[in-house]
């Protein structure tokens, strides 16, 4: 008789947990580039490199304005009525996306319905907080974008499809029911249960299926499927026009809204939702049946770009963000929501 392991795939891991052999390899790069903060050359554009602690509304905001969704920066001493009439004057309206100017893995991320929703969001007069419109197109991917510093030009590293978390009914169990039936999805039926405690509730007919969480992050049950199979000229092509002209910026990744692939291929029809620096992982490695050692060897030759970019900076006389500055910094990062 087989033996169930206690222990979750690694693809559910603690981030601290799966990126200790990462932290290893990038501390062996720092002593070879003789940098502790060499990443924070990778995209001098950005705070950190983009590692951490920068604004996401101010790089996305570097972007044309058709290519990215409406959207506000609500400061700390602005109140959730005042940012209301804000929205209103910019012709924003429900549903909206918010989540705070820096924070990541889709921590304090809200799908807002309604204006009671919007009042009750956690993070108003504790952090800067992002209010976008939410793009309701039925394909979400991540593209992984890498500029070649010896031309103008840059190539895609990886790509991933996001499948958000949808489910089928059988007629006789409520959304909740079905999710504890399931065995991958049966971890986030707390989570669900507080987010939209009436669709927890709710019994789908038999063979209806119900998108149940609209926000495509891992840790609201999406799974994130490899679609390195889907990079060709004409996507390289679209996303280097985006991407050529951003002047310091040269790792990331961007989250994008679009109706089909062939739409996007042919530049039309997508939106860019969030633009990532040297946080960035190559996403396609947690398809639910991938392998850690290729994990990590995607992750190891990621950072090995993010490196040899940086020893390219370096040598034009671009500075690195000063050590000392880096446990300041991260400290107020994590103190993001937990004041």
Do not use: C
């Not at 987010?195 to 209806?208: F, M, N, S, V, W």
């Not at 609201?220 to 910026?249: C, E, H, W, Y």
């Not at 992982?281 to 049946?289: G, L, R, S």
């Amino acid at each position: 008789m087989a033996v169930k392991s206690s222990i979750p795939k690694w693809e559910f891991w603690p981030a601290w947990l799966f990126y200790i052999p990462v932290y290893i390899y990038a501390s062996w790069l720092a002593l070879k580039a003789r940098n502790t903060t060499f990443f924070s050359l990778a995209n001098p554009i950005m705070k950190w490199g983009g590692l951490f602690a920068y604004s996401k509304f101010k790089i996305l905001d570097t972007l044309s304005g058709d290519r990215i969704p409406l959207q506000l920066l609500i400061t700390q001493k602005t109140s959730p009525g005042e940012a209301l009439l804000m929205l209103r004057k910019k012709g924003m309206t429900f549903p909206l996306i918010l989540k705070p100017d820096k924070g990541e893995r889709g921590k304090e991320v809200a799908f807002i319905e309604n204006e009671s929703a919007f009042f009750k969001y956690s993070l108003w007069g504790k952090a800067e907080v992002i209010v976008q419109e939410f793009i309701n197109w039925p394909l979400e991917i991540g593209v992984l974008w890498i500029r070649d510093m010896s031309g103008n030009n840059g190539f895609i590293s990886s790509l991933m499809e996001r499948s958000l978390l949808t489910i089928t009914g059988n007629g006789n169990d409520n959304v909740e029911n079905l999710l504890q039936k399931n065995p991958r999805y049966r971890r986030y039926t707390k989570k669900i249960k507080k987010l939209y405690p009436q669709k927890a509730a709710y019994i789908p007919k038999k063979g209806e299926q119900l998108l149940i969480e609209p926000i495509g992050n891992h840790s609201r049950g999406t799974i994130f499927l490899n679609a390195m199979d889907k990079i060709d000229v004409q996507l390289v092509d679209v996303i280097n026009q985006l991407l050529i002209p951003l002047s310091g910026f040269n790792y990331g990744r961007l989250d994008i809204r679009t109706k089909s692939w062939e739409e996007l291929k042919a530049g039309r029809n997508f939106k860019v939702l969030e633009i990532n620096g040297a946080n960035s992982e190559p996403a396609h490695i947690y398809n639910p049946n991938s392998s850690i050692l290729k994990a990590y060897k995607t992750l190891f030759q990621h950072w090995k770009y993010m490196y040899k970019i940086a020893v390219f900076n370096r040598k034009k006389g671009l500075e690195s963000e000063k050590f000392t500055e880096l446990f300041r910094g991260f400290r107020s990062y994590l103190s993001v929501g937990r004041s």
